[in-house]
Antibody, heavy 121, light 107 residues
Framework: EVQLVESGGGLVQPGGSLRLSCTGS????????MNWVRQAPGKGLEWVSF????????YYADSVKGRFTISRDNAQNSLYLQLNSLTPEDTAVYYC??????????????WGKGTTVTVSS | DIQMTQSPSSLSASVGDRVAITCRAS??????LNWYQQKPGKAPKLIVY???TLQSGVPSRFSGSGSGTDFTLTISSLQPEDFATYFC?????????FGPGTKLDVK
């Protein structure tokens, strides 16, 4: 079964740090580019970060640039997101999602169940 | 960044109804447009990609159309399991953006 499983969420104080992990199985993880997407309580979906299959290309949303770091370890079939300098506005469910391609079109066809990050004192 | 808008923000309908949700991009994205369905407490699920291509396993009552800046997701005959929130997403830019969502609930 193709799946992604996130972990590492929790309650953290403002200014704190957290490292999220996402492990893929049932597919060749190293072939795929990956995204992190978050969803604040009761809100819509917000793209956070992208990493190419070999980590050559990395992009961040302006809202997290300079505070979050995306990385991956293909040998471990794992994707990571290091969250630093957290603020209450970072409170959200964080999803990892696989980016797939058909012809020249890109979409996220496999999503994890998400891990919850709560930033509060 | 490319801005995405959706209308309506919420929609009440009954089983068997035909419903349409629209999505507009702030610039021409040709047909780099995807639709996702999300149910409470669950991850989003891909419904349509490339504006009109149905993802494998998605019922044929779903259809997508449009190109350029204006897109539509249509459900031809609502089923109980279709009540959910629907998001559009542009993949024209690597910095992807989502629409704010349309919540479809039971009338």
């Amino acid at each position: 079964e193709v799946q992604l499983v996130e972990s590492g969420g929790g309650l953290v104080q403002p200014g704190g740090s957290l490292r999220l992990s996402c492990t893929g199985s049932g597919f060749t993880f190293s072939y795929y580019e990956m995204n992190w997407v978050r969803q604040a309580p009761g809100k819509g979906l917000e793209w956070v970060s992208f990493i190419s299959s070999r980590s050559v290309a990395i992009y961040y949303a302006d809202s997290v640039k300079g505070r979050f770091t995306i990385s991956r370890d293909n040998a471990q079939n794992s994707l990571y997101l290091q969250l630093n300098s957290l603020t209450p506005e970072d409170t959200a469910v964080y999803y990892c999602a696989r980016k797939s391609q058909a012809r020249s079109y890109y979409y996220m066809d496999v999503w994890g169940k998400g891990t919850t990050v709560t930033v509060s004192s | 960044d490319i801005q995405m808008t959706q209308s309506p923000s919420s929609l009440s309908a009954s089983v068997g109804d035909r419903v349409a949700i629209t999505c507009r991009a702030s610039q021409n994205i040709t047909n780099y447009l995807n639709w996702y369905q999300q149910k409470p407490g669950k991850a989003p699920k891909l419904i349509v990609y490339a504006a009109s291509t149905l993802q494998s396993g998605v019922p044929s009552r779903f259809s997508g159309s449009g190109s350029g800046t204006d897109f539509t997701l249509t459900i031809s005959s609502l089923q109980p399991e279709d009540f959910a929130t629907y998001f559009c997403q542009q993949s024209h830019s690597i910095r992807i953006t989502f629409g704010p969502g349309t919540k479809l609930d039971v009338k």
